[in-house]
């Protein structure tokens, strides 16, 4: 119940497209859904979040659409760019007093010219 | 501010010796988490505390791995003994519980190989 899938594992797309990395949860408790990004060599950062209150969160490219009756969340990278190279982590986690992120499997997106 | 800091960046040991990895979180920040990664389980929690407090132990692999944060300041993940299947990058995070904002700020990890 803990649990949250993430998909693809990995993700190739071309210079300018759009990426698009899925995850599910099926603990309904969870009420923050954050991306985090890790370049190889470093550890991951926050990239974009979300609340189960709101359907869409953008900043500049990339945004997060949240689907509660799916139980599903989304992140779009739009007009993709090399430097967005990188593996990209969803999480959920329950926010009142528990601070335990759980962690999606993870999604190496490449970006080719 | 300087990030998380985490020492040493790489280690390489035998099995059956004991490691111990070294965590700064920010400074101000009231949680702390430590985490390991690798190709075939990916991220995994192993356990955070606050306040200085262990919250939550359910992912320490076993009785091996021991962590300790005796101040706001310092924290350490030790295993003894050490065995192969332990070789993965090792990360630290900390947070600051503010109203509605949960990020966790990643240190640049250790890379532990058990030989």
């Known amino acids: 119940q803990q649990q949250v899938k993430q998909s693809p594992q990995s993700l190739i797309v071309q210079k300018g497209g759009i990426s698009i990395i899925n995850c599910a949860y099926e603990n309904t408790a969870f009420d923050y859904f954050p991306w985090y990004q890790q370049f190889p060599g470093k550890g991951p950062a926050l990239l974009i979040a979300?609340?189960?209150?709101?359907s869409e969160k953008k900043e500049g490219r990339f945004t997060i659409s949240f689907n509660k009756s799916a139980k599903q969340f989304s992140l779009h990278i739009m007009d993709s760019q090399p430097g967005d190279s990188a593996t990209y982590f969803c999480a959920a986690s329950i926010n009142f007093g528990n601070e335990k992120l759980t962690f999606g499997t993870g999604t190496r997106l490449t970006i080719i010219p | 501010d300087a990030g998380v800091i985490q020492s040493p960046r790489h280690e390489v040991t035998e099995m059956g010796q004991e490691v111990t990895l070294r965590c700064k979180p920010i400074?101000?920040?009231?949680?702390l988490f430590w985490y390991r990664q690798t190709m075939m389980r990916g991220l995994e929690l192993l356990i955070y505390f606050n306040n200085n407090v262990p919250i939550d132990d359910s992912g320490m692999p076993e009785d091996r791995f021991s962590a300790k944060m005796p101040n706001a300041s310092f924290s350490t993940l030790k295993i003894q003994p050490s065995e192969p299947r332990d070789s993965a990058v090792y990360f630290c995070?900390?947070?600051?519980?503010?109203?509605?904002?949960?990020?966790?700020?990643f240190g640049p990890g250790t890379r532990l190989t058990v030989l």
């Open positions: 995070a900390s947070s600051l519980r503010l109203a509605g904002v949960n990020e966790q700020f």
């Open positions: 400074s101000g920040h009231d949680y």
């Open positions: 979300i609340r189960p209150d709101v």
